[in-house]
């Protein structure tokens, strides 16, 4: 609006770039509002100017990255040499066409002998092979870099032989210093006579780098040379033995100095291998590509920036017509958006605004490098450019912008061990306070530390058990984090009903807020179950967001299976999930007796049971013995349903079947029921419409759609859940990357104990510094070469940078309260001061400088920050929420000697009525009916009780 109020120019003149499709229309629609204010303004030619440009903004370009790209490859599609009609394919059809040419790359390096990537698919299996160069394909490709470029940084940057030879004179040197010790311990004096023997053999052995003939025998003579090795402390220059051949840590045999590099050199040369066969896959796919006239979205930014490269007269024309680029979430950019960008503006003269915020860049999974903001914004301003800061905040209080400053500016603190000169390359973000325009408006502390403390994490010395009780230890950690903020939660709405915030219709505090007012921010939604397990038992309502996969969600595969039957009737796994969910309803029961019961009036052979066909069991139900009456008055109403449906697949589409199908049972009814109805019903029409969207491409067979789903969950898709009332009063539960861009007046962050993922990966391609990957070590194994162990360790900075950020991203999502939770063992709090293993919790610890005794009370700090700690050390309240009710005997409410509560005891002699009276039989009074409730119905009733008269009583959809 600026530019169209103080430039003489069009609207046609600038381009507005956003993340998402969504942000552009939200966009659009904020323009024309504010053109519409200002043609209530305005009059005569300023009038007439305005509505000029509010004709002209339906064709604006507001639109993605991609959009953009479209628009200039349909203008232009004879100089960039492809069809004007192009297909664009979607993630999932690129991927499988990848795939494809993968497949074809990796069958003909193999069979033309190519000795590097027959040692590779040996070695990591050609499956994980595969997947590497799909990965590898897509993240050069998001790059903006060529195989050309890749193979020129990983021949610069892998070691040579001089790095070799010179660490191999260092192990000398420490050797002989080891051999010549005296007065050592017996056993140590042992074990260097025999090293003294052992050591010129190895010696000659690591005179030459190894090969891929020797590289079994160099391993393995690293190996059992480790078997010489003293005990740190007991001889001099253990440590650096450890250092230079075996490696530092206790599991590592052949991970020294002197393999790694040597590793190096072979690393090299598969490096380059794994290159050529990107070169392939590349032209292959191009040739595909081309013979199907269709693109992916790669594709519309890497044709773009070749187009505008190699044809001078392109670019000038929409240097011409482009004379202003606005680019929103620059953060969230890569390296090829940001060549299109210096292309497009920076290149042509033309006027580039670009907004982020470094500190909200955390897409780095999907491509994103935040590197690219700082390189964009030192361009823009040695082109004449000025920064202007964005510092003020509008959506939190005083006291949580406060508290924000405080925090952040000690967590983003990089390592000392990381060099100063490479935090630009590594993600490395500097904080920068927030100024806060909205004033307190609640009694601070605004912010609350919860922290549980677990009783001492148990210790096993016996190896084959330390991961098993590894993981009940996290489990632990984790249901005691949930009880802890289920807790909060029903202390701030007013536990079990009706929450402050409803009764007092009028006022809205941060003190008494509706349940839809806090969000619970993961950083994975693993282990989320635990949560939501103890939201339920606290009968607090909540919806997850995409907790599943949509095409994994059961109402989902309820409908998958019903189309897999009717494509193939003969699928009797399909067709028995199709009689056991709520479609048909048939029991455990009933099914195993529609299999293999025998029929009425007919013995079966002792043993031995028949094995019929499930389809024609059902039809002839009334033939088979035990089967209840209930469930033959169920298989009767289902197969009169299979009986409808196969009569229609070959008449409708897939979207009739399907709505058809709903419609001829309770379907909807029953899967509404559950906790999460209004979920479930929302995927089930959004499988409505990716069905009917599915048809619109061509495709109408059922076994195409079928055949659709099972790709895209193979190759790791992702289709969100469908969308439900915003309004709801639920808790939210989602990942911090789903809320990127919302608010909400309540923040929970719990989990804050969970490890960063370790990533040993097979291969790293770092922008900067090229390709390195594992090689086969001739036993069966994959080794690492020192470059590979570099760029494990920029990669690993990287993360932990970006992890930083998230957390900051999570934070900054709270309006009023900010609520971080975590779990830690009671001999662990000690290490939660000095640890830098990447734990929120430990970042958390080290920056309120919490000890290893920590109480709870109100921390307070410069500059007026308050943030209150509370200490859970109470393990057995912790417990009564985390464990499912459990009936005891009136004595067991009865306390021991010591005060301590009696643990519950049960009975076992004592009649199962008496001891479960709630399961006796309820008599009917004369003149009344009896009506039974699940416990379901009852939730489902004290949440919404309209909605469960329009389900129950009058099975309204």
């Not at 960008?341 to 033309?350: F, H, I, K, S």
């Not at 004595?891 to 002699?909: M, N, Y």
């Not at 709630?918 to 009780?945: D, H, K, M, Y």
Request: hydrophobic fraction near 40%.
């Amino acid at each position: 609006l600026e530019i169209l109020r103080t430039k003489r120019v069009s609207v046609d003149n600038i381009v507005a770039i956003t993340f998402t499709n969504r942000a552009a229309n939200e966009m659009r629609e904020r323009v024309r509002k504010e053109i519409d204010n200002l043609l209530k303004q305005t009059d005569g030619d300023e009038r007439r100017r305005w509505l000029r440009h509010k004709r002209a903004l339906e064709g604006a370009c507001i639109t993605t990255i991609h959009g953009f790209c479209s628009r200039v490859l349909h203008e232009f599609p004879v100089e960039a040499d492809i069809d004007p009609q192009f297909t664009l394919l979607d993630e999932h059809r690129a991927t499988m066409l990848l795939e494809a040419m993968v497949e074809e790359s990796l069958t003909n390096a193999i069979q033309h002998g190519d000795e590097k990537i027959v040692q590779l698919t040996l070695g990591a299996s050609r499956a994980s092979l595969a997947a590497a160069l799909v990965q590898l394909y897509w993240k050069y490709h998001g790059e903006g870099l060529s195989p050309d470029q890749i193979e020129k940084l990983s021949g610069e940057n892998h070691a040579t032989e001089v790095d070799y030879f010179a660490a191999l004179k260092e192990l000398d040197s420490v050797m002989a210093g080891f051999l010549s010790a005296r007065r050592l311990s017996g056993d140590a004096e042992k074990k260097r006579v025999k090293a003294e023997h052992e050591w010129l053999p190895l010696r000659a052995i690591l005179s030459r780098p190894t090969d891929n003939r020797s590289i079994a025998a160099y391993c393995q003579a690293i190996e059992d040379f480790r078997e010489l090795r003293p005990r740190k402390g007991s001889a001099p220059g253990v440590e650096r033995l450890d250092e230079l051949l075996w490696g530092s840590k206790s599991a590592d045999r052949v991970s020294g100095k002197v393999p790694a590099l040597g590793f190096d050199l072979l690393a090299k040369d598969y490096a380059i291998s794994l290159v050529k066969v990107l070169r392939d896959i590349e032209r292959r796919l191009d040739e595909e590509k081309q013979r199907l006239s269709a693109l992916d979205f790669d594709d519309l930014q890497l044709r773009t920036l070749r187009l505008l490269n190699t044809h001078p007269e392109v670019l000038t024309r929409v240097a011409e017509r482009y004379r202003f680029f606005l680019v929103d979430e620059f953060q969230d950019t890569n390296g090829l958006q940001r060549d299109l960008m210096n292309r497009l503006a920076l290149d042509t003269g033309a006027n580039l605004f670009i907004v982020g915020d470094r500190k909200q860049s955390i897409y780095g999974f999907r491509g994103a490098d935040v590197d690219v903001f700082a390189e964009i914004t030192a361009a823009i301003e040695a082109a004449g450019g000025a920064p202007q800061p964005l510092n003020v905040n509008f959506r939190s209080q005083k006291p949580l912008i406060d508290a924000f400053n405080f925090l952040f500016k000690q967590i983003f603190e990089a390592r000392t061990e990381i060099p100063r000169e490479e935090l630009s390359q590594l993600g490395y973000v500097e904080h920068e306070a927030s100024i806060a325009e909205r004033p307190a408006e609640h009694e601070p502390p605004l912010v609350e530390f919860l922290v549980s403390v677990l009783p001492p994490a148990r210790k096993s010395h016996d190896k084959s058990e330390s991961p098993q009780e590894e993981q009940s230890d996290r489990f632990d950690a984790r249901a005691r984090d949930a009880a802890q903020v289920v807790e909060r939660i029903n202390a701030l709405t007013g536990y079990a009903g009706v929450p402050p915030a409803i009764a007092q219709r009028d006022r809205q505090d941060a003190c008494v807020p509706r349940y839809g007012d806090i969000a619970i921010l993961f950083r994975a939604l693993t282990g989320v179950w635990v949560y939501e397990s103890a939201l339920r038992r606290a009968g607090i309502p909540y919806l997850t967001v995409q907790g599943k996969g949509f095409y994994q969600r059961e109402e989902i595969t309820d409908l998958i299976q019903l189309l897999r039957l009717l494509d193939n009737t003969t699928d009797e796994i399909a067709l028995a999930a199709v009689l056991r969910s709520p479609l048909c309803g048939i029991s455990d029961n009933a099914l195993l007796a529609l299999r293999c019961a025998p029929r009425i009036g007919e013995d079966p052979e002792s043993g031995r049971l028949p094995r019929r066909n499930l389809l024609r069991a059902v039809r002839h139900h009334r033939e088979i013995q035990f089967i209840d009456e209930d469930d033959r008055a169920e298989l009767d109403r289902g197969s009169a349903f299979l009986d409808l449906m196969i009569q229609r697949r070959n008449r409708y589409g897939i979207a009739e079947l399907l709505r058809g199908a709903v419609a001829a049972t309770d379907y909807l009814t029953v899967i509404a029921a559950n906790f999460d109805g209004a979920q479930r019903i929302a995927n089930v029409e959004k499988l409505f419409l990716l069905a009917e969207r599915f048809e619109k491409t061509g495709a109408n067979l059922i076994r195409d759609f079928v055949r659709y789903v099972e790709e895209f969950e193979a190759i790791g898709g992702r289709e969100s859940e469908g969308q439900m009332d915003k309004s709801a009063n639920v808790v939210h539960l989602m990942t911090i990357h789903q809320a990127k861009g919302q608010e909400f007046p309540v923040v929970i962050i719990p989990d804050l104990h969970r490890r960063p993922m370790e990533n040993d990966a097979s291969f790293i391609l770092d922008p900067r510094k090229g390709l390195s990957v594992k090689i086969p070590d001739g036993r069966g194994q994959m080794v690492r070469g020192a470059f590979l162990n570099e760029l494990q360790q920029r990669a690993g900075w990287r993360e932990e940078f970006e992890s930083m950020r998230l957390l900051y991203v999570a934070a900054t999502r709270a309006k009023d309260r900010l609520i971080v939770s975590g779990a830690v063992a009671q001999n662990s709090l000690k290490n939660l001061t000095q640890t830098e293993n990447g734990q929120w919790l430990a970042w958390i610890w080290q920056a309120l400088e919490l000890g290893e005794h920590p109480q709870s009370g109100v921390l307070r700090f410069d500059d007026g920050v308050e943030i209150r700690l509370n200490v859970n050390r109470d393990f057995s309240k912790s417990q009564a929420l985390i464990a499912a009710p459990s009936v005891i005997e009136t004595c067991a409410t009865k306390t021991e000697a010591g005060g301590t509560p009696a643990l519950p005891v049960i009975d076992a002699s004592r009649p199962i009525s008496e001891l479960f009276p709630l399961l006796q039989s309820i008599p009917v009074e004369r003149g009344q009916a009896l009506r039974r409730f699940s416990v379901t119905q009852l939730i489902n009733f004290q949440r919404c009780a309209r909605q469960y008269f329009f389900d129950r009583m009058l099975h309204a959809p």
